[in-house]
């Protein structure tokens, strides 16, 4: 499938289009007058302040979950309804935003374990060390 919506042109203008979609999207602007002038459109109605239901709802992400529902997902700790729409946001929807977002809270989640490891280690290492009294 090479026809674009509109929305999908402005989802590729706020960087929210999947990305296999995105690539597919350039290599058709490289080719495609009429598909570059629409683009331009759809960028100009923006810039005018022209706004749409639709392009409201991606540019402010109201479908997106919040970082502390994605950190819950990524424990496990949500309900099935919930972890259920959370994967599908992800996974099916594609959202990059909230891709990024869950890549960045399990770094910083293996940030935080690091220095109880160190800790861990330092105390074993000293334990002999240790006066009783």
């Known amino acids: ?34 598909l570059r002038k629409r683009l331009t459109e759809i960028q ?21 979950p919040s970082r502390s529902e994605l950190g819950q997902y990524i424990l496990g700790t949500l309900d099935a309804e919930p972890n259920d729409y ?14 990024a977002n869950l890549v960045d809270l399990k770094e910083s989640s293996k940030d935080q374990v690091q220095p109880v490891v160190r800790r861990s280690r330092f105390f074993q290492t000293s334990a002999g060390y240790l006066r009783k009294e």
Not at 86 to 99: M, S
């Open 86 to 99: 959370i994967r599908f946001h992800l996974e099916e929807v594609g959202c990059r935003y909230c891709q």
């Open 44 to 64: 100009g109605r923006d810039a005018a302040g022209l706004h749409t239901i639709a392009g409201i709802w991606r540019r402010e992400r109201l479908s997106c």
């Open 1 to 34: 499938m090479n026809a674009f919506t509109d929305s999908e042109l402005a989802a590729f203008l706020d960087e929210a289009l999947p990305a296999n979609r995105s690539s597919e999207l350039e290599q058709a602007l490289r080719s495609d007058a009429s």
